[in-house]
Each structure stands twice: as C-alpha cells, then as structure tokens.
C-alpha cells in the first residue's frame, strides 16, 4: 500500500501535491477511492464538478481535491448519507475548505447538542401522556 492510500486508510489526509491540475486517476489515488466513485459523486454533488481537458479527461483542480477529500470523510468517517453530505456541504459553503469545515464540524456539533437539549429537555401535557403510556406499555412487558 503506498502512502497516500496507507493515510487515506487510517483516516488522515494525505498531502495534495503542488499542481493545477489532476487527473482523476491521481485525485482516485489520493482519496483512496476508485475512479467510478469520484464519477457517482459528480453526479450528486453539485460543487464537484471537474473541467474536461480537449482529450475529454476530468481535470480536478485543488480545490476540488479537497472537496473530495471531505465528502469522503463525511459519507466514509462521519456515516453521513449522500444527501446528508451534500446538505451539510451546502450550508457551510464550501469557502474556507477543509480546515474551516473541521471548525464547522465543532461548533455543529454544539448546536446539535443544544437542539436535542430542547427536544428531550422539554416537557408537555402530549409528552408527559406519551411517557405514562410508554411506561405502561413496559409495565405489561416484563
């Protein structure tokens, strides 16, 4: 396994050389996924969506790299669905890249924490009636 894959295993991202262009075999190499992949994930993330050279090949440039890079983290690393990936993607902007997206990450996690504080937090006439009924149901279980 060479170093780029052995990083992209173990979940650490691997250095993107000092180039313009790539191509989608090294962008493939680099993300540790296959070619076909990074082709299904054109289709259905707006952003990602390289330039074809005269000869019809797919030119990445860096940026899209490292949008590559994090959509795989997120469906690969973070469990998140295509669909959940590409809305996140879409409420952060995709302006700062990766390292602005892992301060995201932080202070989403924060605001999804406090979301679930006020739903589980709160209390209702409904949601007390659910729990006495839900107990009951438990009661008649064991």
Known sequence: ??????????????????KLYFRIGEVARLAGIKPYVLRFWETEFPSLGPKKSGTGHRLYRRKEVELV????RLLYEKRFTIEGARKFLESQG?????????????????QVK??????????????DEVRKELREIAEMLK
């Not at 890079?69 to 795989?72: A, D, F, Q, R």
């Not at 890249?97 to 996690?109: E, I, L, M």
């Not at 406090?114 to 949601?127: M, T």
Request: glycine share 12%.
């Open 1 to 18: 396994m060479s170093a780029p894959e052995n990083a992209a295993a173990v979940g650490t991202a691997p250095e993107i050389p000092d």
């Open 69 to 72: 890079l994090e959509i795989k």
């Open 94 to 110: 995709r302006q700062g890249g990766a390292a602005t997206a892992a301060k995201v990450g932080k202070s989403r996690r924060t």
């Open 114 to 127: 406090n979301v679930q504080g006020d739903l589980f937090g709160a209390s209702s006439p409904f949601l």
